[in-house]
């Protein structure tokens, strides 16, 4: 009899008390702050009752109703809108109220308050769309993407989270694992038969299916990188001696005067960050204090600061020089940099040392020449950073990932890879299973409520 596949659903991942053990949660779904509309989000079994107790009546479903927001005596919190989601069609699979008013942050607390007086309890970080997770609403790739979509950096990261919302992403998984299903159906049915019953049409079959397989998972891990590179970007530490232009370049690949530029040594004494977009990339800069030996105490700390940014946050480092001649010490600082790090040597003021601005390779490294202050040489520049990024156009296709995404599609690769290099069927089989249960991770057909807390923790109260 063949082995049946089997993926453990959200349910039994999870145990009988999906939501929440029926708490109803409220919370304000609104930036913090005073605005023009404020709103305050309920779900759970207790919506019904707080809507009559607050607004008056329930309104009707999915229509905006005009009432007044009373407190605990009957006098008027706010005057505003109530929309009423009925279960299971809300967000959260559950009812859903949304009292929207005025948005002031003590109209706000008020309205909260009075829900809590009502029997609700304030949300955790991320809790309503854990709710629409466990509830069928989303899966786990989408259910992440919520939270992608509202921390975009970008337009095409903006793009890329909505479209792995819109389900673009789980469908390409879920077209891998139903693939994967068929095959471990037709391998483990081999299984209960001796090997000289087994048709040569049958293990051609498997192995064109499997390659099949492989290709296609190439090709959407291939696109996930692509999605955390847009997700994540670049963190580029701009380093070197003082007065060689790192706050001059750094304005200008920002397109504003982030940083103060004088003539006087040590101006930059800590770090100055600006994040810039290329081709869609996030590009973390920073621009550091510069590096020399100093009596300064304040100027000291900075150096020291530099190093450590070196150390700990940088992607890559761009290290200037002036164009007026690189000094030995120069090449003393640049030995210093970790040699796992990817690097540029910049030459900047070639405005005023007359030589042209453009990219060079010298001993495997990128030497490029530019003049922060007109801005010539500055796309090359542009370039090398997409680069490292490992940035590469996909056109309108692509969607958001995270490192976690990445690290389910490489298990699963290995995974294939293996099954396709051994010739017994329960091996096969069984790498074929683990593959699927790292594919399933993804979008959470399987999953740990570990891995479900540190997603959750992460979103913004009131999502």
């Known amino acids: ?6 993926a453990r659903s959200r349910g039994e991942a999870q145990g009988p008390a999906l ?18 509309i404020g709103v305050v989000r309920i779900s759970g079994p207790g919506v019904r009752a707080i809507a009559a107790q607050i607004a008056g009546e329930l309104p009707p479903p999915r229509h905006a109703a005009l009432a007044d927001f009373r407190a605990a005596d009957g006098s008027t919190i706010d005057t505003g809108l109530a929309l009423f989601f009925p279960a299971p069609h809300s967000y959260t699979g559950e009812d859903v109220l949304e009292l929207q008013g005025h948005g002031g942050p003590v109209v706000m ?3 909260l308050r009075r829900c809590v007086e009502l029997g609700a309890r304030v949300a955790e970080p991320g809790e309503f769309t854990r709710r629409a997770y466990l509830n069928d609403r989303l899966d786990l790739a989408q259910a992440e993407s919520v939270a992608d979509l509202i921390d975009a950096s970008s337009v095409e990261a903006a793009r890329s989270a909505a479209r792995s919302l819109a389900g673009e992403f789980s469908r390409r998984v879920h077209a891998l694992v139903d693939s994967l299903v068929e095959l471990r159906v037709h391998t483990e049915a081999c299984i209960d038969f001796p090997e000289e019953e087994i048709d040569i049409a049958d293990r051609r079959w498997q192995q064109e299916r499997l390659c099949a397989l492989r290709d296609s998972l190439a090709a959407l891990l291939d696109q996930a990188r692509q999605g955390v590179v847009l997700r994540d970007g670049l963190t580029v530490v701009l380093v070197g001696r003082p007065n060689v232009g ?6 200008c690949l920002a397109g504003d005067e982030v940083a103060i530029v004088t003539p006087i040594a040590g101006t930059t004494r800590d770090y100055v960050r600006a994040t810039v977009s290329l081709e869609g990339v996030p590009v973390h800069l920073v621009d550091t204090a ?15 600061r530099t190093w450590r940014a070196i150390e700990q946050e940088a992607g890559a480092a761009v290290f200037i020089e002036d164009a007026a001649g690189a000094s030995a010490e120069d090449a003393q600082l640049r030995a210093r940099l970790p040699h796992s790090l990817p690097r540029a040597r910049v030459i900047n003021k070639v405005d005023l040392s007359g030589e042209a601005a453009g990219r060079t390779e010298q001993d495997g490294e990128a030497v490029l020449r530019l003049s922060a202050k007109t801005g010539a040489g500055l796309p090359e520049l542009r370039s090398w950073l997409l680069d490292v990024a490992g940035w590469r156009p996909h056109g309108e296709g692509l969607f958001m990932a995270r490192a976690r995404h990445l690290l389910a599609l490489c298990e699963a690769q290995a995974r294939l890879e293996a099954a396709s290099v051994t010739q017994a069927f329960e091996l096969k089989a069984e790498e074929l299973r683990l593959a699927q249960d790292a594919l399933g991770a993804i979008t959470g057909e399987v999953s740990a409520d570990q891995l479900l807390g540190e997603i959750f923790s992460r979103f913004c109260v009131g999502k």
Do not use: C, F, Y
């Open 1 to 6: 009899m063949a082995h049946q596949p089997h």
């Open 246 to 251: 790192k706050s001059s370049l750094l304005n």
């Open 109 to 111: 607390r008020e309205l």
């Open 19 to 36: 939501n929440g053990g029926g708490a109803t949660i409220a919370a304000v779904a609104t930036p913090p702050g005073r605005g023009g």
């Open 290 to 304: 510069g590096l020399r030996d100093t009596a300064d105490a304040v100027e000291r700390i900075g150096v020291e």
